[in-house]
């Protein structure tokens, strides 16, 4: 028996949703009919940033409905008489050019009500308005999303008749997607790094108080944020941590923060020929300096800066144990939102220190098969 026929969840990781998506929304776009998702998953875990992506990447709309927090004429609109007659006025929010492109996302259905739910029907059935003349546009593709029964959020029962019109997904989180995703969107490197050294605490919701801060991923980037905002101030990033994480986790990170910052030596390392290259032995503080390189590598938007730092970035992971040399280069190689992927393969691979590099490591590699 396969894994795919034991899978009784349908579990897919966030990079399957991002394609399952970005697919749904291509097909759309050239008017064939696809149909419409529902993902299920942990509160915080990034299902509507997953709908958002796509929408940038594809350069499209996306309309946003929080279902939870909508009456049934928030959906279907307010009538009013002209001339005897009553009229349905559609609300603002839907799209109504027929040539425009885009996803309408339904957050949190599985939180509505049930007369909420059978407003949104129409839509995801005939894509239409009951009692009013609105289509919704051809290029739209329609995506849902709900929290899981079992994590104690608020969870209505769905009706089989709205179910069945839905492909039904279970959304799980994977370190390696978050850590990929962390990296792009300059996600502060003493999170990416607590996370690699305590990776069950990425998304971790036993023995937490679920009514206040817990860690998930939502919760994390809020700490990269408040480093950002806070870094300054130890005392009050300490609560602000304490808040987003709660206090359990919250005293684990701060304590990992303190080695993080001091590396301020990585960019000496990454920018001067004649810095030493120190390893540390602990694992923490090498997942913390590893954490940095990857930060640090490509945030300076100058080829030659960048074309520096690689030359010592080899001179890093060199040193680093196998295990380590290759994560970090794998990292590296999805760039940054100022580098995009395939730049940064090419900063990475089209050097003669990246040829001595795959032969030495050759088998890590195999997965990486890029024509530049």
């Known amino acids: 028996m396969d894994n795919m026929s034991i899978n009784m969840h349908n579990l897919i990781s966030t990079k399957d949703a991002f394609d399952i998506i970005e697919t749904m929304a291509k097909s759309r776009i050239i008017g064939l ?4 998702m529902l993902c299920r998953g942990n509160p ?24 939870a927090q909508l009456d ?4 279907c609109g307010l009538p009013s008489v002209e001339n005897g007659t009553t009229k349905w006025n559609i609300p603002q929010f839907w799209p109504t050019d027929p040539e425009s492109k885009g996803i309408v996302f339904f957050d949190e259905i599985t939180s509505a009500s049930p007369d909420v739910q059978v407003a949104a029907y129409s839509i995801i059935l005939d894509r239409a308005i009951p009692n009013t003349n609105y289509k919704l546009p051809d290029g739209w593709s329609i995506v849902a999303a709900g929290n899981l029964a079992t994590d104690h959020a608020v969870v209505k029962s769905m009706s089989s008749a709205l179910a ?8 799980e989180v994977s370190n390696k997607d978050w850590e990929i995703w962390a ?13 690699n050294y305590r990776p069950n605490n990425l998304l971790n919701m036993d023995k937490q108080n679920l009514e206040q801060g817990w860690p998930s991923p939502r919760s994390w980037e809020g700490v990269s944020k408040a480093i950002r905002d806070f870094g300054s101030n130890e005392y009050l990033l300490q609560k602000v941590v304490y808040g987003l994480v709660g206090p359990g986790v919250g005293v684990e990170f701060m304590a990992f923060y303190k080695l993080a910052t001091q590396f301020d030596d990585v960019l000496n390392m990454l920018t001067n020929p004649n810095a030493e290259i120190v390893i540390p032995s602990e694992a923490d503080r090498r997942y913390a300096l590893c954490s ?26 060199n040193m680093l144990s196998p295990d380590f040399a290759t994560a970090l280069v794998k990292l590296c190689m999805n760039g940054n939102k100022s580098v995009n992927k395939l730049m940064a393969m090419r900063y990475i691979m ?12 050759e088998n890590a590699f195999e997965d990486v098969n890029v024509k530049l």
């Open 33 to 36: 009919d696809t149909g419409a």
């Open 44 to 67: 915080g875990i990034g299902k509507s940033s997953i709908v958002r992506q796509v929408a940038k990447a594809l350069n499209i709309g996306c309309v946003e409905i929080h279902l």
């Open 72 to 75: 049934r004429v928030d959906i």
């Open 164 to 171: 069945n019109r839905f492909m039904h997904f279970e959304l």
């Open 183 to 195: 990296v792009i969107n300059d996600i502060h490197p003493a999170v990416t790094g607590y996370i």
């Open 292 to 317: 940095s390189v990857a930060y640090l590598l490509f945030n300076k938007n100058d080829e030659e800066e960048i074309k520096k730092r690689i030359t010592g970035f080899y001179r890093i992971v």
């Open 350 to 361: 089209m050097t003669p220190e990246y040829a001595d590099f795959s032969k030495k490591y």
